[in-house]
């Protein structure tokens, strides 16, 4: 549970705010997500952080911005949202070892509505 | 595309019975296979993870897969009302990326 955190928990904002999520992990991993997941579709990768490259979805919306300073922290930046960007936001680390079985470890996520 | 696909239910079962969870997957290339349950507002957490083909056992959990098939299941033997969640199924691809099903709803009625 306290391996992967995220903050904050919940998040409202206007479709004119700059916002943030912060992503934290205490595992010693060297890979790191974000994942959007909206009611009755499957997670939706959005960006991978891995050994300091980064890998992105093409259809992520150039509103939403990573920032990955370091191994162990992940910002996602929020600007100019649309309601249908409301959806709950995971963070996901995990230890790349260049074999299979990679298991992706979440944090508890952000549920952010966009008005 | 790459697609992971999962009945999404509901499915029910009664308390103390077997749970069937079945998932298909479209890149002959994935290697590894991962079920994750996801509570209500909840993330997902790892129930387990398999590679090779044939059946891996947890408890009262057993991932069996045939990459011949493209399939993956999940039992759950001896099912509790808090086996109640959603549980999703992924496989891994190219560039550390995982692909996600859209999750199969599971009631243990009590």
């Known amino acids: 549970e306290t391996g992967v955190t995220q903050t904050p928990r919940h998040l409202v904002m206007g479709m004119t705010n700059k916002k943030s999520l912060k992503c934290e992990q205490h595992?010693?991993?060297?890979?790191m997500y974000w994942y959007k997941q909206s009611a009755k579709k499957p997670l939706e990768l959005m960006f991978v952080?891995?050994?300091?490259?980064?890998?992105e979805n093409n259809s992520v919306p150039s509103r939403f911005s990573p920032e990955c300073p370091n191994s162990s922290h992940l910002f996602l930046h929020l600007h100019t949202l649309q309601p249908e960007d409301s959806a709950l936001y995971l963070c996901?680390?995990?230890?790349?070892?260049?074999?299979?079985?990679?298991?992706?470890?979440f944090g508890p996520g952000t549920r952010l509505l966009v008005l | 595309q790459k697609e992971v696909e999962q009945n999404s239910g509901p499915l029910s079962v009664p308390e103390g019975a077997i749970a069937s969870l079945n998932c298909t997957y479209s890149?002959?290339?994935?290697?590894?296979f991962f079920w994750y349950r996801q509570y209500s507002g909840k993330s997902p957490e790892l129930i387990m993870s398999?590679?090779?083909?044939g059946d891996k056992e947890d408890g009262r959990f057993t991932a069996q897969l045939n990459k011949a098939s493209q399939y993956v299941s999940l039992l759950i033997r001896d099912s509790q009302p808090s086996d109640s969640a959603t549980y999703l199924c992924?496989?891994?691809?190219?560039?550390?990326?995982?692909?996600f099903g859209s999750g199969t709803q599971l009631t243990v009625l009590p």
């Open positions: 996901a680390s995990s230890q790349v070892n260049g074999g299979a079985g990679e298991t992706q470890y």
């Open positions: 595992l010693g991993h060297n890979a």
């Open positions: 952080y891995s050994l300091e490259e980064r890998v």
């Open positions: 890149d002959r290339g994935s290697q590894s």
């Open positions: 398999i590679y090779s083909n």
């Open positions: 992924a496989a891994d691809g190219s560039a550390r990326q995982l692909t």
